[in-house]
């Protein structure tokens, strides 16, 4: 199995501002992956992570809205900027150490008012 | 992706077997069936996966259809720690570049657990 930390854990944001959550994982990975959770509804992906490369994105979230780093094999962080009312959710990483077993963060809980 | 399709919400009674189903009829030849849960305030946690066979683990078994169209996971013993939102995946098991590993959540199922 593998240990996903996110921080921070919470945070309330004012419009208009930015905010970077961390993703550490206990082992190398190749992939992460960013989800968003909107409130009462399922889970979205965002994005997925290769170290080394740029992030792909799905559709309808966009490089200058969701930056991502990946500097190394343990780490990412994902920043949702310009943050609006619309943008408060859980946002979550997870990976996939063991293939068809992915792993998720406690994910880290956005309000933005 | 092939889409699912499960109840919005199943109650069961602590202790007593759940049986929560999920059809895929559009399913393809090699789309993996997964199962993940997210309990209240935490991420989605992996439950079980397979392909054609029915499969066991610690946490439950899984029971798919010989025509791979339905496949129903089994909680042999609900308890109170099981009500969650649980969620049935199809994903193709080929890999063909980064986005073969993502995970499509549906609504899933709410299970509440009856004391």
């Known amino acids: 199995s593998a240990v996903i930390s996110q921080k921070p854990s919470r945070d309330i944001c004012q419009r208009g501002t930015s905010l970077t959550i961390q993703c550490q994982v206990d082992?190398?990975?190749?992939?992460m992956f960013w989800y968003r959770q909107q409130p009462g509804q399922s889970l979205t992906l965002i994005a997925t992570a290769n170290q080394g490369s740029e992030a792909t994105y799905e559709s309808g979230f966009v490089i200058d809205k969701f930056p991502i780093s990946r500097p190394n094999l343990t780490f990412s962080t994902l920043t949702v900027s310009n943050m609006s009312p619309e943008d408060s959710s859980i946002y979550l990483c997870?990976?996939?150490?063991?293939?068809?077993?992915?792993?998720f963060g406690p994910g880290t809980r956005l309000t933005v008012l | 992706d092939a889409k699912t399709t499960q109840p919005n919400s199943m109650e069961s009674n602590e202790e007593e077997p759940v049986h929560l189903p999920c059809n895929h009829s559009t399913i393809s030849g090699t789309d993996y069936i997964h199962w993940y849960r997210q309990l209240p305030s935490q991420g989605p946690e992996y439950v079980i996966h397979g392909l054609t066979s029915n499969v066991n683990n610690r946490m439950a078994s899984l029971a798919i259809a010989e025509d791979r169209k339905s496949s129903t996971l089994i909680l042999h013993r609900a308890t109170l720690r099981d009500a969650a939102v649980y969620y049935c995946?199809?994903?193709?098991?080929?890999?063909?570049?980064?986005?073969?590993?993502?995970?499509?959540f549906g609504k899933g199922t709410k299970l509440s657990v009856i004391p």
């Open positions: 995946i199809l994903r193709d098991v080929g890999y063909s570049g980064a986005g073969s590993y993502q995970l499509t």
């Open positions: 997870s990976v996939e150490l063991v293939v068809n077993e992915q792993f």
């Open positions: 082992s190398q990975v190749t992939m």
